[in-house]
């Protein structure tokens, strides 16, 4: 497994709404982190981490996974098409 930085911007438009999710998997010392940033399109403002620092590239790739499919669910569609490891 080729331990890689990856992100994906999912989007959420219904009647009024028009919101962006935006997760990244990242490198960060000797591990990896599962940064995310979500708000309406234009304005994103709110960031956060789903880890609790750096962790094994695994737990890092199954947290990204697991966020994606979780926006997903909610109605999120990503530009471009559906990621290749759903």
Not at 14 to 21: I, L
Not at 27 to 36: C, I
Not at 38 to 46: A, I, S
């Amino acid at each position: 497994m080729v331990e890689e930085e990856q992100s994906l911007s999912l989007f959420y438009t219904e009647g009024s709404s028009d919101k962006v999710y935006e997760v990244s998997l990242e490198k960060k010392d000797l591990g990896f982190v599962v940064n995310f940033k979500y708000g309406r399109r234009g304005n994103v403002n709110n960031s956060g981490s789903k880890t609790q620092g750096a962790v094994p590239y695994d737990l890092a790739l199954k947290t990204f996974k697991k966020l994606v499919q979780e926006k997903m669910a909610k109605g999120y569609q990503p530009a471009g098409g559906k990621p290749a490891f759903l």
